[in-house]
């Protein structure tokens, strides 16, 4: 792993196919858009917004725009965050980027 | 010496001393250790650490308390303080790490220019002194209750020890004695909670067991006149605007604050950048979902405490708390009819939210050992923050400030060493200043911290990463519109300074208006930064590479 990498220059021979860099960087950001999609949804909207209907269905004695902002939500950003981690192992993998050691395991 | 302040002393002393033998074990010689470990933590190590950093004695001491009373508001803080890993997860840590050097301001000077350099130095210093001030009177909480010390040497006695590992282990240091610290704080806040909800809800997980007492709870707040703990914006008088402001401007300032940011620098790999902030939200998480539940049961034990109880026959848990001036009883009728968090309110009882946990096994009555261990748990909670704190200001200004910007960096490595643990030592002699003369609730003090990094830090590196045409004049701008625009409402709406405080605009309260502050940062810099030349080509290179972990190989044929 190198520390300052921005100083070299871009990677690769001059001329070499750079358009899987947009490739990965256009997977990358739609799998941004889909989990921020679903964080604020759980969060500002199921435990702000639609509070109120929701109070109106009971679970265990919590009502359910409660249980949202108080553990809910909570939950499925723990979730959010290991999804995004496991799935952008994939596509570093499809992409060749991965941090890899001299034996190929994962750094 | 009652068994209460033996067990205190036992817990207090064996954790202190855990924690300097860390630091000794751990003590470092070159500034790529002192600032960030030397890249070399461990994932997992590194999120107990960021976990312990990240919460702090409002986390640990105050928000429980706050919950019980706030209720269902009390969300704002649950959420607001959890999500924003989320932002840090998604759109920041990975590539800061992939950048790779020591501090936030110094991403955003390579990024933007040099005085941009200065005024993120700026602000990272001013943010996290307002922070760090929450942690010194939430230390004073622990020592002044449980030892009957003054809460002026409990400051001193508290940054005393913060100053020991801080200055000798710098980063290093701080990281593995926040490893531990975590371990100490979340076995103190999880091992009463569950005793607690066995004993009340017959189940020892807490966060399944308080909503079933939540219909008893609401009835008994009613009879004491407060409004019901699961009715929604009602705690907070800026009602659902306000709400939601809080909580997308604690979301944003959890990204953008600089102590949390420098955290995962430390990892070896961007990929552990990744899973250091989950295992990070993973950690804070345990005692995120146990709070609410903490602050509903040690609710309902106080309120049947305070039905049964008469002028002459108090609970045995308050005198010492009235002692320690955190709680107020004024019963003139001999019953207590109305309880409050609200020293203005004129109840019959008046508890400090700041008390509720750290209170809450005597209000249940759970053994001696139990209530040491959660004053060491507290002041991990305190140290763990401080720390954290004290070495983003001390990077700032040795590194950003002195490093960069004086000696145009030709400082030898020595005198580097030197000047950062000159501008730790300064930090904490300022720190124990501030936290003799502390202001408000611990917790809220903390919550304006995050209006200003929300409305400064938060645009300005999500633009630096994702947006190549975003400038330096553009950043400046920003930041500082945001800044003045956050900074100067809170003033016209607190009484800081000496300035009166003056009514709310649109309910929006100080503590909410970081989120518009940074929609303003946000629009500042997109207008300036279209308006002027773009970046260098070397610059927009830089912002190309950091999107990918590694040079790409094709050797495996993908």
Redesign the interface.
Known sequence: MSDVTHESPSSGPPGEDLSWRQRYWKKNVRLLVILLAIWAAVSLGAGVLFIEPLNNIVILGFPLGLWFGQQGAIYTFVILILVYALWMDRIDDEFGVSERNGDGERA | MTSMQFWTFFFLILTFGIYIFIAWRSRVKETKEFYVAS?GVPAVANGAAVAADWMSAASFIGMAGM?AFLG?D??VY??GW??G???L???LA?YLR????FTVPEFVG?RYSDTVRVVAAVCAIVISFTYVVGQMTGGGVVFARFLGLSAEWAVVVAAVVIFFYAVLGGMKGITYTQVAQYIVLIIAYLIPAVAVSQAIGGFPIP??TY?????ELDALRVEFGLHEF?E?FAGRAGG?LD??LV??SL?LGTAGLPHVIIRFYTT????GA??S??WA??FI?LL??TA?AVGAFTNLNLLRGAQEATADNLPAWIQPWSDAGYVTVSAGDGSIDTVSNSADSGADLIVSNDILVLASPEISGLPAPIIGLMAAGGMAAALSTAAGLLLVISSAASHDIYYRMISKERASEKTQMLVGRLAMTGAVIVAIFAGLNPPAFVAQVVAFAFGLAASTFFPILILGVFWKKANATGAAAGMLTGLIFTGGYMIYTLEVFGTSANDHIFNVSPEGIGAIGAVVNFVVTIVVSNLTRPPSEHVQ??V?????????????G?
């Open positions: 890249q919950i269902s009390g969300s649950l959420m959890t999500g890993y989320v932002l997860a998604l759109l990975p992939k950048w790779g050097k390579d966060q399944v909503g079933t007492i939540l219909s699961i929604a659902q709400v939601f909580t997308l979301m070896k790999t961007v990929r990744r899973f902030a989950f939200l993973f998480s995120y979902l609410p290179e830089m190309e590479e950091i999107r990918y972990p590694q040079a790409r190989r094709l050797t495996t993908s």
